[in-house]
């Protein structure tokens, strides 16, 4: 019976494969990626020992990570001098537009799509949109950002909307923001409900022995059942973030929540299987 240590590293290193085709197909090879890899261990372990309420000396650090001393009072140094990164944001503003307008039910048709709205004015307008969420960020600029994304497109004096939510069609950094918090937090789903006997919502449906006709009829029938999905929990989501917005104080609104679904399929002799 193998034992708990080797279940995980097998269970981690078949997850990291797309990743780490991801990272061979960019440039990033063994050296430099094991090199990075040293400051996650450090950060994580760091981490762990705090919520042990343990302190987190340079010997604790090393002894729990496996990171070499020399290398970990390095690291230590060069953490201490970076700066906090910007995309460390909860979520960019446009994206934030995208979402109220998809749960404003007056900046939606009867069916329940996106309608196109004036660019100024009083509600519902992209103007009114953005003023929603902050007064600090000019529509404009927004609205530019939309369009480079290849999410909104001008049309006379009204906003239209091209994507029924926010998925960058252009932009590789944009992208792969989303990409890292989307599957960080998929992955702490996962995480969670294995070593901590959690319970968040993490399932999948799985199928095999499809022809390539069956599996493009079930990317499409998923996509429906996501769109669906995507409209109740962005409502209910929209209306308890303005809830407590407006009943709550700060201190009392420290929580994050994201929901998301996937759909995959390849040959049974893709190598990316």
């Given amino acids: 019976m193998p034992s708990r240590s080797a279940i995980v590293l097998q269970t981690v290193l078949h997850a990291a494969r797309p990743l780490v085709r991801l990272l061979l197909r960019n ?44 290398d970990v009072r390095t690291l230590t140094q060069a953490q201490g001098m970076a700066s906090p990164a910007e995309d460390e944001a909860p979520m960019n503003m446009a994206a934030q537009v995208v979402a109220r307008w998809l749960a404003t039910p007056d900046c939606l048709d009867d069916a329940g799509l996106p309608r196109p709205l004036p660019r100024a004015g009083e509600a519902p307008s992209f103007e009114a949109l953005v003023a929603a969420i902050s007064t600090d960020v000019r529509p404009r600029a927004v609205l530019d950002e939309l369009a480079r994304l290849g999410m909104a497109e001008v049309d006379g004096d009204a906003v239209r909307l091209l994507a029924p939510g926010f998925v960058p069609h252009q932009g590789f950094a944009e992208m792969a923001f989303f990409m890292q918090h989307n599957l960080h937090d998929h992955a702490a789903a996962a995480v969670a409900n294995l070593a901590d006997q959690s319970n968040y ?37 929209q209306a308890l973030h303005d809830h407590d917005r407006q009943s709550l104080p700060a201190a009392e609104r420290g929580h994050r929540a994201r929901f998301g679904t996937y759909f995959f399929t390849t040959d049974h002799d893709d190598p990316a299987s």
């Fill in 201 to 237: 919502l993490e399932q999948a449906v799985f199928v095999d022995d499809l022809s390539a006709a069956s599996a493009q009829q079930l990317h499409a029938t998923a996509a429906k059942a996501w769109r669906q999905a995507f409209k109740a929990v962005m409502h209910e989501a």
């Fill in 27 to 70: 440039g990033v090879a063994y050296p430099a990626f094991a090199a990075a890899l040293k400051s996650v261990f450090l950060d994580v372990a760091r981490d762990e020992l705090r919520r042990e309420g343990a302190k987190a000396t340079d010997s604790a650090l090393s002894l729990r990570s496996g990171v070499h001393r020399r």
